[in-house]
């Protein structure tokens, strides 16, 4: 906020569009709509992180079916393969980062999906990303290439990511409204974002999607995963 000009209502910007995408996802934590207003007058957890700006952690389970692509034609009519996988990491020590509005793990994780699936960000239909808080979609739009250093929150301020645009993020509601089942939640991420590149996620649905992207971390981007999925 201090170095790019964000206000706190800027930032709350996008838990109101992760409630707004949770309220049709059944499987969705916190199935209710927020305002900014709401977000912003929230108890505060770490100024000037407010409670609606953090994630539910809460118990889930998913399940993603690993095959051949032979054995997946036969137990499926839409097999979804994954095209690309990234893994990185970064020092947990925080205070030798470089800057703290950079998160170097996924910058890489997402060069080696990116690099192996043969795809560029401007591909990317529809992302579920780890926004344990908002600062960190803010990040991790950033690193994935969605948006330049420092102005993620312009665009969410114009209007993206939100559903119809190319990437759609989080249409679950994300970890922030979706909720966040800790050790399920990058499994939840790949199965939900394998449903919409099947059509049948039972939410906010990205019509004619072709390519997905999954990122989960641990940490503060300690370690990250992207995962890059194609119908």
């Keep these: 906020m201090e170095r790019y000009g964000a206000t706190r209502e800027d930032m709350a910007l996008w838990p109101v569009m992760m409630h707004d995408n949770s309220y049709h996802n059944p499987y969705a934590q916190l199935r209710f709509k927020t305002t900014i207003q709401h977000v912003i007058s929230s108890p505060i957890i770490a100024d000037p992180i407010r409670l609606l700006d953090s994630s539910p952690i809460g118990d889930g ?7 051949s692509e032979e054995i997946a034609k036969k137990i499926t009519d839409t097999p979804i ?4 996988v990234g893994l990185s990491t970064d020092s947990v020590d925080l205070a030798t980062r470089e800057d ?13 999906a990116y690099k192996m699936a043969n795809v560029e960000p401007k591909y990317i239909d529809v992302a579920e990303v780890h926004d344990a808080f908002s600062i960190n979609a803010m990040l991790v739009l950033e690193e994935l290439g969605f948006a330049e250093r420092g ?12 559903p119809g645009d190319k990437p759609t993020v989080n249409p679950s509601g994300g970890l922030k409204a979706r909720g966040h089942p800790v050790g399920a939640t990058g499994v939840y991420q790949v199965a939900e974002v394998a449903m919409q590149l099947r059509g049948d996620f039972p939410g906010v649905r ?3 999607a072709e390519i997905g992207l999954a990122q989960n971390m641990g940490g503060v981007a300690v370690s990250t995963s992207v995962i890059i999925l194609k119908r």
């Design 100 to 112: 703290l509005l950079t998160a170097r793990s996924i910058r890489l994780a997402a060069h080696k």
């Design 61 to 67: 389970a998913a399940v993603v079916i690993l095959a």
């Design 151 to 162: 102005k993620a929150w312009k665009m969410l301020k114009e209007g993206r990511f939100r």
């Design 206 to 208: 990205v019509d004619k």
């Design 81 to 84: 393969e994954i095209a690309g």
